[in-house]
């Protein structure tokens, strides 16, 4: 059996806040074996980019972290600067939201993505600048032995992240982190970045951990993923099943409240290019009962598309008639995200949950097992397949 | 000068009737036209005596937006999104082409009247955070486009303040509050009430939902839709985004390098794109299943 590359256990970080200290993660685990792919998923304040940065040791100095992260069996929480200035850039590499932020506007670009190198192999600078040309070609910056000379200023956002990509490859990383790569990015360009990241992280064997807030990105491009409100993972488990058997109402709501433009690709890894059509029954009702909204009648047009899903009609959706002021709404999950110093003591759902019952404000619920390692933390998953709450 | 005026329309637009049905009753005239719209941006000079070189961010644009018949604007950064927002805004004036408020041309105006004009025409922003003046507080800044107008007293200003708020879904004691005391999602509420104040017939919206969390993006896109329905507000919408574009409007414009590459109704645009740029842009869309298996479990110990 081998060891996992990553392996996280009951991680806990708290914050010194205003409002007193705030438990931002309460008590996470998640493993990642080496060349695996995990999505990390939530809304603002859910607690994943301080995931993110509490795995880099780069955490303010206010927070304090509990429990264990382990990368290749070295504990890193408690590990002193010096040590983990050892690991970051070289075998934790991270690739941030904002390019122009994450590179110095006064290096030329070729000495960013040279300077993990030589701090961490101590090669010279023709061998470190040769290495660099070569990873900014393997990312595709055009032209990339003259353009090395330029500045952060003369490049396009795209063209940013893929240098930051460069640097974060540098060091051949056992493990790539890349916190909202896209977000600042327009759609044409997500899609050339998100691929890139797939094609090295095939290439290069390294394990990546995503973090997104779209569900969209991380069903395309990951294996594994977990989906995290208030500090905790309230769903976890293999992409696909997770997507199967979606058993956490935050989970369904987040999918539902994106508007659906087009057909429906099939997003498993491994089928690219066979949609599993007896799989995925699509349930085209804009209005998912499950998210406890009333269905207006006049909207309900899912029934005469459920036998065959022809391409188009996935694509107009059931309303491609109707004028789009008198469409139905998009199903919203009520209320706002609970802010961190007053979350709910035992679901941090509940109350915006449309199954709520008295117990979920009991105790935080445990995690429940659905088999082929889809976890959820809900103390009634079965609900989610019952039709009233 | 033209016999229609810009209040001639506020008084003639359409109606909602009860079903949410519009009736159009325009003249004929649509709220908004731009008619072989172009823009060139100066750049620095590269050489002393030579012209300083330009860049195109706009070519023979024409559009129009009929009352009641949303518009949306898509393209990547740089294809001139922006640009066009601030010209049919009269926020800049175009290097050759008009843009038409209810036929009459917003640049042909003097200072006062374009001012009473742009009561019909109202603008919210991408960014929530920046776009209020975080030492104003939300009355004083969503009563702002209503007291530029010189016809209402404070306390006329502050009474529809409050009722637009509400509108939005806030309540009246925002009024006092500053904004750093509301969240992204409600901050974009706030942009839109201010937006909404003067009764527009049309908002141009420059990303509105771009910079929020998904599960704020679909009450702000559900906000502007029910106001939309309810007050016949129409939208010139300007998203890279194609899912919230075909989610608010009727008809879509493809913008790519400066130039209207494609345009039409966004179903038949987006499943059936013709020009290259359209279907590479359809292609890069991520998608998730939308369809949901309903889990199928069985009752399991921990029900209660």
Request: glycine share 8%; with cysteine.
């Amino acid at each position: 059996m081998q060891l996992p590359l990553l392996e996280v256990t009951d991680l806990r970080i708290a914050l010194a806040t205003p409002y007193g200290t705030v438990d931002a993660v309460r008590g996470i685990d998640f493993s990642l074996p080496a060349g695996g792919t995990l999505g990390l998923i939530g809304e603002s304040g859910c607690g994943k980019s301080l995931t993110a940065l509490a795995l880099m040791g780069l955490l303010p100095e206010s927070a304090s972290v509990r429990g264990s992260i382990r990368l290749a069996g070295q504990e890193l929480v408690g590990l002193d600067e010096a040590a983990l200035c050892a690991l970051r850039g070289n075998r934790i590499a991270m690739v941030f939201q904002e390019p122009m932020a994450a590179l110095n506007p006064l290096h030329r670009v070729g000495d960013q993505v040279a300077e993990p190198l030589r701090i961490h192999r101590g090669w010279s600078r023709r061998r470190a600048r040769d290495e660099a040309r070569a990873l900014l070609e393997r990312v595709g910056i055009a032209d990339a032995a003259r353009r090395m000379d330029g500045y952060p200023h003369e490049f396009s956002g795209g063209q940013r992240q893929r240098i930051c990509i460069a640097m974060a490859l540098a060091c051949g990383p056992d493990l790539l982190m890349a916190d909202e790569p896209t977000t600042a990015l327009d759609t044409e360009v997500q899609a050339q970045i998100l691929s890139l990241l797939g094609e090295l992280v095939a290439e290069r064997g390294m394990a990546l951990l995503l973090i997104s807030h779209d569900l969209a990105v991380v069903a395309q491009h990951t294996t594994n993923m977990l989906v995290m409100y208030g500090g905790t993972v309230v769903e976890a488990g293999p992409t696909q099943e997770v997507f199967t058997r979606m058993a956490h109402p935050y989970t369904r709501g987040l999918l539902a409240a994106r508007p659906v433009l087009g057909v429906c690709r099939t997003w498993s890894v491994e089928s690219e290019n066979q949609p599993q059509r007896g799989q995925f029954l699509p349930d085209l009702q804009p209005h998912s009962p499950a998210m406890g909204q009333k269905d207006g009648e006049k909207w309900t047009a899912a029934a005469d598309l459920q036998p065959t899903i022809s391409k188009s009609d996935r694509l107009l959706g059931s309303n491609a008639g109707t004028r789009a002021a008198l469409r139905p709404p998009l199903p919203t999950i009520a209320g706002n995200v609970p802010p961190l110093h007053a979350l709910p003591p035992g679901c941090p759902f509940a109350g915006r949950c449309a199954f709520t019952l008295d117990a979920c404000h009991a105790t935080r619920p445990p995690a429940v097992d659905l088999g082929h390692g889809h976890r959820v933390r809900c103390i009634r998953p079965e609900a989610m397949a019952g039709n009233t709450p | 000068m033209s016999v229609i005026t810009p209040e001639k329309i506020a008084a003639s637009t359409y109606a909602v009737s009860a079903g949410g049905h519009f009736e159009h009753e325009n003249g004929g005239v649509p709220l908004l036209q731009v008619h072989k719209l172009a823009h060139h941006y100066a750049l620095p000079r590269t050489q002393l005596w030579e012209p300083r070189p330009q860049v195109t961010a706009l070519q023979d644009v024409n559009l129009t937006l009929r009352a009641g018949q949303s518009l949306g604007i898509v393209g990547a950064s740089g294809s001139g999104k922006s640009t066009l927002a601030r010209l049919v805004m009269a926020l800049d004036v175009p290097s050759s082409g008009r843009v038409l408020w209810a036929g009459q041309d917003p640049q042909q105006m003097g200072a006062g009247e374009l001012r009473r004009a742009r009561r019909h025409i109202q603008m919210v922003f991408q960014d929530p955070f920046g776009a209020l003046d975080p030492r104003q507080r939300i009355a004083r800044t969503v009563a702002e486009p209503l007291a530029a107008q010189g016809d209402t007293t404070r306390t006329e200003q502050r009474r529809r303040a409050a009722e637009v708020l509400e509108q939005v879904g806030l309540r009246a004691e925002a009024l006092d509050q500053y904004p750093h005391e509301f969240s992204g999602g409600q901050r974009q509420r706030i942009a839109i009430a201010r937006a909404l104040i003067t009764r527009p017939r049309a908002i141009v919206a420059d990303e509105p939902v771009s910079a929020l969390d998904v599960s704020v993006q679909a009450q702000v896109l559900n906000l502007m839709q029910q106001l939309a329905r309810d007050f016949g507000v129409t939208y010139l919408l300007i998203s890279h985004d194609l899912a919230v574009v075909n989610h608010l409007c009727d008809e879509v414009a493809v913008l790519h390098q400066g130039r209207i590459v494609e345009q039409g109704p966004p179903a038949q645009l987006f499943q059936s794109p013709t020009h290259p740029y359209t279907r590479a842009l359809v292609a890069a869309m991520p998608i998730a299943p939308s369809g949901v298996q309903k889990p199928s479990l069985p009752p399991s110990e921990n029900a209660p």
